[in-house]
C-alpha cells in the first residue's frame, strides 16, 4: 500500500479524490492501491524548556542551551493548565501504522519549508526509517496533481530544505525562549514580555515611525502659486523656492506680474521640457506584494488575504500561494496564452485579455532563474463558481495582475514649464499617450491624484502668458505616515530600507524579515501579544509596546537588519550552506542578547505599571 501524508485533511481528500479512492476509515481514506491520510498542520513542536530540565522560570537557566532539541505533541489550553492535544496523538497514531505498513510514503505537504518541516517532524517522531518520495507542486489541479505524481521527487532532495526549516524552527526556540525569560525575570516576573527574533524588530519598526510621526514638529514654509492662460486654457505653476517667511514670501509675492496689478508683462516661458516615459508593467505578484495590495485596494489584512487566496488555491482556481517568486519560467510562460483567453468574456477584464490575445506579450515577468520552489501566482484557467465578495477580489487582483504584466508598456509624455516672473515657478504635468497595463484596472497613479495640471497647453520658449491669478500659500512639512500592513509588509521585505524599485526590492527579499509565508503571522503575533493594535488601517503600539521597545531598542534583537541576515543565511543554507556554523552563531547570538535584556529589564516593570489596561 502506498501511503500519501498532505498537510490538512481538506487537501487529504482532495488527492484521494483525483485518485478514485473512497473508502473512508478513521484518520485516512483507501483505495486503489493508496491510503491518504494527513496532519492537522503542526502536529508536532520543539518541547518546551520543562522538557530539558529547565523548571520553572529562573536566571540560573539562562541561557538554555539545548545540546540537542526534543520533539514534543502539540498541546492545548485546558482549566488544568496545557496538555497534550488528543486529537494530535491519535491521528500520529493512525500515521504510525500506515507508514508501519507502507510500501511507499509520499510526502504530499505542502511544497515549502513549513510543509517540509512538518513532514520531517512526523516522520522523525515516529522513527520512521522508510525512504521517501516527494509530490512538489505548484496547482491543485487535477492535471497538476496528475502530473506531480507521475514525476514524484526523492525525499533527499529537499534535505537542505528541511535543514532550512529546522535551523530557523531552533533559532526561533533560542532566541524566543531566552528573551522571553530574560526580560520577564528582570522585570520583575510580573507578566511574561514576549520577544522573538523576527518579531522584536518589526514591533521596532512600528514603534519607531509612531514615535518619529507622533514627536514630529511640522516646519510653516510658504509658497507661491500662479495661474496663467494661454489661448483660455488655464493652467498652475507654483514657485521652485519655499520660503521660510510670511515676510519674505509676501516681498516675491508682490513683484508677481498678474493682470490686477496691470502690469502687461505676465510670465516668461523661460524653457519648456516634454519628454516621452516608458513604465513597464509590474511584476507579477508574489504572497507579499498581493498581500499588499489587496490591504491599500480591500483593507484587507495580511492574515485575510492569506486566508483567503489559500482558500482559492485548495478550490483548484489559482497557483501555490506562499511564494516568494514574483517571475515564472519559459515553460509556465507557455501556458499563459490559454490563461488570457479564457478571461475574452471577462465583464471587467474581457477587453484587455481580447487586445492580448493578438499583442507580443511582455516578458518582463519571465526568467527562470529568479524562480525559487515556486513561481509568482497565477490563476489555474479553471472557471470560478460562485465565489464569495471577498474571494473574488483576491480572484480579481490575482488575474489582473497577470493581465497587467504581460501587457505592453505604458507611455507618457512629461512636461514641465519653467515661467520668471518675480521668481522662478514650475508647472508639471503627465499626459498619458498609450495606458497600455495601466488600462487594465484603469485606475490613477497615488502620486498623480492630487497633480494640479493633468494636462499642459502648448506653450514655447520665450513666449509671456498672462498671470490671471496668484495666490501666496501656506504650507506645512509632513511626518512619514503611520504603518499600516501594506507598507509594513514592504518595509519588511528589505529590513525597513525605504526602497521604491520593486526588482531591487525584490533582489533583497532574502534579506528581509521573515519570509511571504509567515509575515502575516508576525503581525497577528504581535496584535495577540497585545503590543500593537489596529486604528483604523493603521498598526500602532500600545503603552506595553512601547515599553518594551524601549528598553530593547538599542539592543541587539531590535535590528532589522542584523534579522535580516539571518534571513539570507537560511536560504543560503537551503542551497547547501553549512548549518553547524549557522547554529554556533544563532548560539553565541542568544548569549549576548539573553545577557543584555537580564540587564536592561529592571527600569521596565515601573513602566508596566503605569501603563493601562492593555498590560
Not at 129 to 149: H, M
Request: proline share 5%; net charge positive; charged share 25%.
Amino acid at each position: 500500500m502506498k501511503i500519501v501524508i498532505a498537510e490538512k485533511p481538506s487537501v487529504g481528500r482532495e488527492l484521494a479524490k483525483v485518485f478514485g479512492a473512497t473508502t473512508r476509515k478513521d484518520g485516512y481514506i483507501e483505495g486503489k492501491g493508496y491510503s491518504f491520510t494527513w496532519a492537522f498542520g503542526h502536529l508536532l513542536q520543539l518541547a518546551p524548556p520543562q522538557d530539558y530540565g529547565f523548571i520553572g522560570w529562573r536566571k540560573q537557566h539562562l541561557p538554555m542551551l539545548p545540546a540537542k532539541f526534543k520533539l514534543a505533541i502539540r498541546k492545548i489550553k485546558t482549566k488544568d493548565g496545557f496538555m497534550e492535544d488528543p486529537s494530535v496523538r491519535k491521528q500520529l497514531d493512525i500515521i504510525k501504522k500506515l507508514f508501519d505498513e507502507a510500501s511507499e510514503i509520499i510526502v504530499a505537504t505542502d511544497a515549502g519549508r513549513e510543509g517540509e518541516l512538518i513532514f520531517r517532524y512526523i516522520y522523525y517522531f515516529l522513527k520512521c526509517k522508510k525512504p521517501f518520495k516527494r509530490l512538489w507542486i505548484s496547482s491543485q489541479t487535477d492535471e497538476a496533481i496528475k502530473d506531480g505524481f507521475r514525476n514524484l521527487k526523492p525525499g533527499t532532495d529537499y534535505d537542505t530544505l528541511f535543514n532550512s526549516a529546522h535551523c530557523r524552527s531552533e533559532s526561533d526556540w533560542l532566541v524566543g525562549m531566552n528573551a522571553t525569560q530574560a526580560l520577564s525575570i528582570s522585570a520583575g516576573n510580573k507578566s511574561v514580555l514576549s520577544l522573538g527574533r523576527v518579531q522584536t524588530p518589526t514591533l521596532a519598526m512600528v514603534c519607531a515611525r509612531y514615535l518619529e510621526n507622533k514627536n514630529f514638529v511640522p516646519q510653516t514654509y510658504f509658497q507661491i502659486g500662479i495661474q496663467l492662460d494661454k489661448d483660455g486654457q488655464l493652467f498652475k505653476a507654483i514657485s521652485v523656492a519655499n520660503y521660510k517667511t510670511q515676510e519674505e514670501a509676501q516681498a516675491i509675492f508682490d513683484k508677481v506680474e498678474d493682470v490686477a496689478s496691470g502690469i502687461a508683462q505676465g510670465g516668461n516661458i523661460t524653457a519648456v521640457e516634454a519628454k516621452p516615459r516608458k513604465e513597464p508593467p509590474p511584476l507579477l505578484h508574489d504572497l507579499s506584494s498581493l498581500q499588499q495590495e489587496a490591504n491599500k485596494k480591500h483593507g484587507f489584512t495580511a492574515d485575510q488575504t492569506l486566508n483567503l487566496l489559500q482558500n482559492l488555491y485548495e478550490s483548484k482556481l489559482v497557483s501555490y500561494p506562499r511564494t516568494g517568486s514574483r517571475y515564472i519560467g519559459d515553460d509556465i510562460f507557455a501556458t499563459v496564452p490559454a490563461l488570457i483567453n479564457n478571461l475574452a468574456v471577462h465583464p471587467e477584464f474581457g477587453r484587455s485579455a481580447t487586445f492580448l490575445q493578438t499583442a507580443t506579450l511582455n516578458k518582463r515577468s519571465v526568467n527562470a532563474k529568479k524562480v525559487t520552489d515556486h513561481h509568482a501566482i497565477l490563476p489555474t484557467g479553471i472557471q470560478p463558481q460562485h465565489l464569495s465578495k471577498d474571494h473574488q477580489a483576491i480572484y480579481d487582483l490575482v488575474v489582473g495582475r497577470m493581465l497587467e504584466a504581460f501587457h505592453q508598456e505604458c507611455v507618457k509624455e512629461v512636461t514641465k514649464i519653467t515661467i520668471e516672473s518675480g521668481t522662478t515657478f514650475q508647472a508639471n504635468g503627465t499626459v498619458i499617450r498609450s495606458a497600455g497595463w495601466r488600462s487594465v484596472f484603469n485606475e490613477v497613479e497615488d502620486d498623480k491624484k492630487d497633480e494640479d495640471n493633468p494636462a499642459l497647453p502648448k506653450v514655447k520658449k520665450g513666449e509671456l502668458l498672462p498671470i490671471v491669478n496668484k495666490a501666496l500659500l501656506e504650507k506645512q512639512t509632513k511626518p512619514k505616515p503611520l504603518y499600516n500592513e501594506a507598507s509594513l509588509l514592504k518595509a519588511l521585505e528589505t529590513s525597513g530600507k525605504e526602497i521604491e524599485d520593486e526588482e531591487l526590492r525584490y533582489a533583497m527579499k532574502d534579506s528581509g524579515l521573515g519570509t511571504p509565508a509567515t509575515r502575516a503571522a508576525i503581525i497577528e503575533t504581535l496584535l495577540t501579544r497585545e503590543y500593537i493594535s489596529r486604528e483604523k488601517r493603521n498598526l500602532v503600539p500600545t503603552p506595553k509596546g512601547l515599553a518594551v521597545y524601549e528598553i530593547v531598542k538599542d539592543k541587539k534583537i531590535a535590528q532589522a537588519e542584523l534579522t535580516g541576515q539571518w534571513e539570507k543565511r537560511l536560504e543560503e543554507i537551503r542551497a547547501g550552506a553549512s548549518v553547524t556554523e549557522f547554529k554556533a552563531e544563532i548560539a553565541e547570538y542568544t548569549k549576548n542578547i539573553t545577557q543584555e535584556l537580564l540587564v536592561a529589564g529592571a527600569s521596565l516593570s515601573a513602566q508596566l505599571a503605569e501603563a493601562p489596561a492593555t498590560v
